[in-house]
């Protein structure tokens, strides 16, 4: 099992930026793929971007070209890189781990998560 922390979440206006930071630990090696996922009130949990361990990346449609997610392996930290914040993308922000091949944004298919943390971008 992986255990994940997320931080860097916090209030900014429209056009800011934040940095969110997972920090993973635990059985890391069995990770081949890490995430990071929203959720707004009301709303279904959804897959922002994506990272396997070949570093290879994918990203929703919504934050393609504002977004960027990254890893460093020697620290075992994710990062999400957000720029051009948007009202639209305030919600709570979750890290999490697939133990297997295939990179995703299905939050379904992922098996780890932390506890999240609050982006709330005002207009």
């Known amino acids: 099992q992986v255990q994940l922390v997320e931080s860097g979440g916090g209030s900014v206006q429209s056009g800011g930026s934040l940095r969110l930071s997972c920090a993973a630990s635990?059985?890391?090696?069995?990770?081949?793929?890490m995430g990071w996922f929203r959720q707004a009130p009301g709303k279904e949990r959804e897959g922002v971007a994506a990272i396997d361990r070949f570093d290879s990346t994918m990203y929703a449609d919504s934050v393609e070209g504002r977004f960027t997610i990254s890893q460093d392996s020697a620290t075992n930290t994710l990062y999400l890189e957000m720029n051009s914040l948007k009202p639209e993308d305030t919600g709570m922000y979750y890290c999490?781990?697939?133990?297997?091949?295939?990179?995703?944004?299905?939050?379904?298919?992922?098996?780890?998560w932390g506890q999240g943390t609050q982006v709330t971008v005002s207009s």
């Open positions: 635990g059985d890391t090696s069995k990770s081949h793929c």
């Open positions: 999490a781990s697939k133990n297997y091949f295939g990179l995703t944004r299905h939050p379904q298919l992922y098996n780890d």
